[in-house]
Structures are given as C-alpha cells and as structure tokens.
C-alpha cells in the first residue's frame, strides 16, 4: 500500500521545455513607444524625470522611429508640444505643428511602424485643461469639434490610429464622423476609454508641459476605487465606434486590464505610464532591484493580465531584451 510520491511538474520543466510552455509571452511588434515631439531641426531635449527619454523634432523622432523598428517595435504613439499655447489649444490641429510633421518623418523613415497620434488639448491649452474652459469649467462639447479637428489633421498627415485620451463624452463619435466625412474612412480609434485619475502621470505632465495650472482631471476621468465603471466606459466607446479601447495606468490597474479583456471583442491595450517607467528607472539607479528583470516582468504582468497591446517607455529597450534572450 502507500501513496505514489508525488513529484511536481516544475521537476520536469527544464529551461526549454519552460519557455516551450510559457503562457505568456511578450513580443515587440505588440508594444508601443510614446515619443515627444517639439518643432525646429536635430533637437533633442532630455527630460529630467524620464531618463533616455527626450522632446524630439521631427528628423530626430524619426531616427528613433528607425531605431525602434529595427528592434521590432510595433508601433509608436506621438504627443506634441507646440512652441505657443492658447486658450483653446489651436496648435493641437496646426498642419504644419510637430506631431503632423514629425508623421510624415516617421512615415518616410519606417513605413512599417504603426503610428499612433495621442489626441488631447492639454499640451495645447495655456491652461493645461484637456478641453476648452467657461467660467472654470470645462465645457464638454464645446470640445469634441476641436478634438475632431485635431484627430483629422493627423490622419491628414498619416497617422494610422488616433488615440484621444481627453475623457469628454462623446468624443470618439464625434472623431469617428469627421475622419469619415474628410475620407479617413481607414484611419482607427483607439479610445482611452478607460483612464483613471491618476497620480502616476507626474512625469507625463514635466515631459510634455502640460500639468494644469488650477484644479485637477477628476473631473473627467475615472475614480481609482472603481472597476465596473471601466466596463461602462468600455461599452459607451466601443458603441461609438472605437477600434481599440485602452486601460491606463496600467500595473496598478491589472484587475481592471482583466475585466476589460473578458467584456469586450476588441482589442485592450495597456498604458504603462510615466509614473511607472520613473519609479522603476529610479529604484535601479540606486542599485534597489535588477532593472531588466523588473522590466520584462512588468510588462509580463501587464500582457499576463489580458492586454494585447502595451504602451511603454521601456518598448525598445525590452524589444532587444527579448531578442538577447537565449
Ligand atoms: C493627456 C495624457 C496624459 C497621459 C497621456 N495622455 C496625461 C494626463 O492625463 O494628465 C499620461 C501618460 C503618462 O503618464 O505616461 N491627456
Ligand atoms: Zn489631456
């Protein structure tokens, strides 16, 4: 008599069989590279808090777009930073301003990569509020024309996708139907249908001047304490036509990326932010955790989690990670 001796499965795992196995599996033609451009000729601004990131013209931004296709990189996400700010944020569908000119660069330089336009005005506004301001408030439809206009300036210029991450209500049927009416019939949408208040935007807002200068975004976007409320937001985009919806953050908000996974048909991409990508440079700087590792175990959680897509700081340099891995 007596029980077999039970021996785990991990015993028969060797390192090949294990990563034969693996159910997760990152790769770069699934991230996304956020990219800060500004206007002028071979500029390169270092930003203080996101280090190896900088505020890029349009030759420069499309010389990394080179270098992040050569490592795999799917795609790139465009934010810009006008030289003049207004109160309506008219720079944001200025055809000749750096996130228009830095697309065609990019398009010429690596015709592969999908690029992303982000579309919001609060790198636009002289008050760093995401929509146009009355009597201190922002005034939701008076918005949606303007971001429509912005969206179809970069489709203009070649963007494959854009991405509004304003939080107004009703924005993608508004983008949708001025694509549509200006030919963009191809051009996606992805919806940051689900962006929560977060603190970790910090070094978002040094990097692309764009902090507000009174009150906060809780008025428009989503309360940390909620999930259902995501799926919500999910459905109302989707129903106006977004091609893709995003969660972000993202590692603080794995529960939500799996919700949003399991509700909907398209695809969910994640937005490891800022805040995320500045804590883990920080800690490794210090010598506090094994940089790399902490890298692509971030982004495993994030891709474990459900999302098909990741916006990440980190995207070209886990690109050649993940090529170096035996
Ligand atoms: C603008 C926008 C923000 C981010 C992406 N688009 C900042 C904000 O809402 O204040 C944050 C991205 C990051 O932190 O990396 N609406
Ligand atoms: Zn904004």
Redesign the pocket.
């Known amino acids: 008599m007596g029980y077999p001796v039970r021996r785990t499965r991990r015993l028969r795992r060797t390192p090949q069989i294990r990563r034969h196995v693996a159910e997760t599996r990152l790769h770069p033609a699934r991230f996304v590279l ?1 990219v800060f451009c500004i206007p002028g000729r071979d500029t390169a601004e270092p930003i203080g808090s996101m280090p190896g990131h900088y505020q890029l013209s349009p030759d420069r931004a499309a010389a990394l777009a080179k270098e992040a296709a050569r490592a795999g990189v799917g795609g790139l996400i465009l ?1 810009g930073i006008p030289s003049a700010k207004d109160e309506v944020g008219s720079g944001a569908w200025d055809p000749a301003g750096p996130v228009p000119e830095s697309i065609k660069a990019i398009k010429d330089a690596a015709p592969e990569l999908v690029v992303w336009a ?1 579309v ?4 636009y506004t002289s008050h760093g509020h ?1 929509g146009v301001v009355a009597d201190g408030e922002i005034d939701n439809d008076a918005t949606l024309p303007l971001l429509a206009r912005a969206a179809v300036a970069y489709a203009d210029a070649g963007a494959d996708l854009v991405a509004p ?3 107004m209500d009703g924005r993608v049927a508004a983008i949708r139907t001025a694509l549509d009416e200006a030919g963009h019939t191809g051009t996606a949408i992805c919806s ?1 249908a689900v ?1 929560y208040a ?1 603190a ?6 040094e ?2 001047q ?3 200068a009174f009150g906060d ?1 809780r008025t428009h ?1 989503m309360d940390p304490a909620n999930r259902r409320e995501a799926l919500i937001e999910v459905d109302l985009d989707v129903e106006e036509g977004a091609d893709l919806v995003m969660v ?2 993202a590692g603080p908000y794995l529960d939500v990326v799996a919700s949003v996974r399991a509700h909907t048909q398209v695809p969910v991409a994640a ?7 500045a804590m883990i440079e920080a800690a490794a700087e210090r010598g506090w955790i094994d940089r790399d590792r902490v890298v692509l175990e971030s982004l495993t959680g994030i891709a474990r989690a459900g999302a098909d897509l990741i ?1 990440t ?1 980190f995207a070209v340099d886990a690109a050649r990670m993940l090529e170096e891995l035996p």
Request: hydrophobic fraction near 25%; aromatic fraction near 22%.
């Open positions: 956020p934010f982000d919001c005005l609060c790198e995401c991450s304003d939080m940051y962006k977060s970790y935007y910090g070094p978002f807002r990097a692309a764009s902090a507000p975004r976007q972000k953050p937005y490891q932010v800022s805040g995320e990508f916006l700081y």
